[in-house]
């Protein structure tokens, strides 16, 4: 059985930096994507990875995703976080090999973990 699951999320400041990890088990995975959703918005596509990083333009320059195959686990630093950036975070997994930016390209997800930026 496949399993996505968060960690990392939290409580900040404004310009604070938090990391989140997605660690995945039942089976490895290509490409693997961050997303989030604040309340009353659409999910939101925040970065993708397969052999490298791919970003949304509103990401670039704030957060680097990154990956750990041993521990079949990817990683999403974000720096220097705003209020705007409170959302719950989602940690994506599809079986294909594209680095989609769409979420219904994605047919595994994790619970999501919070993150809340104060300012």
């Known amino acids: 059985q496949v399993q996505l699951v968060e960690s990392g999320g939290g409580l900040v400041q404004a310009g604070d930096s938090l990391e989140l990890s997605c660690t995945a088990s039942?089976?490895?995975?290509?490409?693997m994507g961050w997303f989030r959703q604040a309340p009353g918005k659409e999910r939101e596509f925040l970065a993708v990875?397969?052999?490298?990083?791919s970003y949304a333009d509103s990401m670039k320059g704030r957060c680097t995703i990154s990956r750990d195959n041993a521990k079949n686990t990817v990683y999403l630093q974000m720096n220097s976080l705003k209020p705007d950036d409170t959302a719950v975070y989602y940690c994506?997994?599809?079986?294909?090999?594209?680095?989609?930016?769409?979420?219904?390209?994605?047919?595994?997800w994790g619970q999501g973990t919070q993150v809340t930026v104060s300012s």
């Open positions: 994506a997994a599809t079986p294909s090999n594209s680095p989609y930016l769409s979420p219904s390209r994605y047919q595994y």
């Open positions: 039942g089976r490895t995975f290509y490409t």
């Open positions: 990875i397969t052999k490298s990083g």
